[in-house]
């Protein structure tokens, strides 16, 4: 295995290969990047969809087949971005999203092979630029390109998932490696690929025990949150989900889309798939292996190559030298750990806010699960599946 063969890359992982900075769209983008540079204000007018209901529809379905991906995935982030603020941008959403911005998304979306609403590649992966282009992905020198509201607390919660992803990068390089030295019987270098790995997480910590230093938990539950939750189990939505005005194929019926959560991001999947960890089933399992559907073509293709590659778990289970399973076991535990952290930030960041924010519950994640009961029993598994 390649990362290349995925489009992605030691250096940055699941991020973009491309800066959103850097992709010019065409000119028929013009009105759809001017609402979307200038959606802060909108939304500040309490009348988000009146603004945004007077945009033309662009008729993007013969430019969408045909235009280079970094360009799509660039309209991917500006058009989802004014979904979401369309039926989150005021107290009480609708239940319908109008021709003028259901077509264009749809369209996008059918291209990508992803659903028609914002996912965590259009949020995160996508949405970045270095200011520095000869330096580092790194906090003091990556930008947030597409805002809702902005401020610096929703700025720091993306780039901090940025800074993570790219760190990652490292991990997602070192297990399609590990696919091969497994095989190979090479017990050497499998132990100092996972040692690598595990210096690598370690990062990875250091990035997101940065989350509360710029991103407060009442500021993110009361004015980033409320934009990015979906369509799917939300009582909000009286429909049971969002009915997309001049899509002919959905023919008028609600469609129940999952919210952008960080379940979307491929790390912890794909190091599942790694070391062969299984989970039993129960609603957040099936809501995850729901959630693979809203990744990133590629990425899926990756975790799916990986699961059925990967004989790591039986290599090292098979063999003498303690030092490789402790690698083994060391790198494991960090997924947990990792799972462990998350729980922590839902707890404070989420579980622990209160508000009256329409479809914005405090006991639900945006994906649409009662996340706190299942986030400790993956973390459990993921603990016990040691060799």
Partial sequence: MELSDYGMSRERGYLSHYEIDEIALPSLFDAVKQAAGNLSGLLSTGRVRHWLGQLADPGLEDWAREAAEEEVRTAMVHYSFLVQAYVWGEPLPPDHLPANLARPMVAIADRLGQ????????????????????????????????????????????????????????????????????????????????????????????????????????????????????WANNPALSGGGLVYEGVDRFEMKPMAYRGQTGSQSSIVPAMDALFQVGHSDDPLKSFLDELHHYRPVPHRKFIEDLAAQSTLRDFVAASGAQSLKDAFNACLNQSARFRTRHLEYAASYINKQAGSIAGNDPDVGTGGTPFMKYLKKHRDENAAQLV
């Fill in 115 to 230: 659903a028609p609403l914002l996912p965590y590649s259009a949020y995160v992966l996508d949405n970045w630029y270095r200011l520095d282009k000869a330096g580092p992905i790194a906090l003091d020198n990556i930008v947030m390109h597409q805002h809702f509201v902005g401020g610096d607390d929703e700025s720091w919660f993306v780039l901090v998932h940025v800074a993570i992803e790219a760190e990652a990068g490292v991990l997602l390089d070192n297990a399609a490696k590990l696919v091969t030295v497994a095989r190979q019987g090479d017990e050497a270098e499998a132990e100092r690929l996972l040692i690598e790995m595990d210096a690598a997480w370690e990062r990875i910590y250091g990035h997101f025990a940065r989350m509360p230093e710029r991103c407060d938990p009442y500021i993110y539950f009361h004015r980033v949150r409320p934009y990015i939750h979906g």
